[in-house]
């Protein structure tokens, strides 16, 4: 049986397939330009920014620090590291 570490992140690795999955509902949903968190598949908070996702996550009794927390950009944007 896995550990509880070991379930966390399979969670969170769910949860970010599913986002990769989902983004262009996301979109159609709404969410473009908007933090959102992701818990068993569903949009648990979404927000401006991080801090307030974070802090709304925090209200929920859950631990960000293990959520899946992403940016919703819009169609064709490209992320530049």
């Given amino acids: 049986m896995p ?4 379930q966390l992140l399979q969670r969170f690795e769910k949860d970010s397939q599913w986002f990769n999955n989902n983004i262009n509902f ?3 949903e709404g969410f473009t330009g908007k933090t959102v ?3 068993g ?3 648990i908070s979404s927000g401006e920014n991080m801090d307030s996702v974070i802090r709304a ?3 929920q009794k ?4 293990f959520i899946f927390i992403e940016i919703v950009h819009p169609e064709g944007y490209t992320l530049l590291f």
């Fill in 26 to 28: 996301l979109r159609e």
């Fill in 41 to 43: 598949g569903k949009v």
């Fill in 37 to 39: 968190a992701i818990k």
């Fill in 3 to 6: 550990d509880q570490n070991t």
């Fill in 62 to 65: 859950e631990q960000p620090q």
């Fill in 57 to 59: 996550v925090e209200k």
